[in-house]
């Protein structure tokens, strides 16, 4: 049995609706939660991707149980 990774994102628009179905999409790979600055907008993302974690605040999706990677899927402008 292979170990699976656990991905988070920072950024619940467009951007991450296509990364999300991709890994789900992917051997090894499972949605864990997502962190938005609109948490009602995290709370959709999270539940149209069957995740049941989401926040506005990205250090509460930095201490989920089972992170492994984060994609950031904000504007890039505010990547940083």
Do not use: K, W, Y
Not at 17 to 27: Q, S, T, V
Not at 60 to 78: E, K, M
Request: with cysteine.
């Amino acid at each position: 049995m292979s170990a699976s990774l656990g991905f988070g994102f920072i950024g619940a628009g467009a951007i991450a609706n296509f990364h999300a179905r991709a890994i789900a999409a992917a051997d090894g790979g499972r949605l864990v939660g997502v962190a938005s600055r609109r948490r009602a907008m995290a709370e959709a993302f999270a539940h149209a991707h069957g995740m049941s974690f989401a926040t506005d605040d990205v250090q509460d999706l930095l201490r989920q149980p089972g992170l492994d990677a984060v994609c950031i899927t904000t504007p890039s402008a505010l990547h940083l």
